[in-house]
């Protein structure tokens, strides 16, 4: 049905510009989303993996992402290897607000 995405984080609204906006400088497309009946926004890389992918092209991905975390963590954000980072697949659900700013080259 859906595709997998990485969870990059789950914070406040102000938390999750910030580090949209850290990601898209590092050219990863991510945003931030609100689910429904939810008070805190999920930040969401948005490459998306099959079932299939998540042992392979997702784990590379993943390992990737979590490169990021000790510069992210220098602009005052949580390290991503200490917060954990994880897969979750996208069935529809009901969206709130979204938070986006594409990668810059």
């Keep these: 049905m859906g595709l997998n995405y990485i969870v990059m984080a789950n914070c406040s609204e102000e938390e999750a510009r910030r580090m949209v906006d ?9 945003a931030g989303i609100k689910p429904h009946n939810s008070s805190l926004f999920q930040v969401v890389a948005l490459r998306g993996f099959t079932a299939d992918e998540l042992g392979t092209k997702a784990r590379v991905y993943r390992q990737q992402l979590l490169a990021l975390g000790p510069a992210w963590k220098r602009e005052g954000g949580v390290d991503f290897q200490k917060s954990g980072i994880y897969a979750a697949k996208y069935q529809g659900e009901k969206i709130n607000a979204v938070i986006y700013r594409g990668r810059q080259p």
């Excluded at 850290?22 to 991510?30: E, K, T, W």
């Design 22 to 30: 850290f990601l898209a400088r590092q050219g990863v497309d991510a």
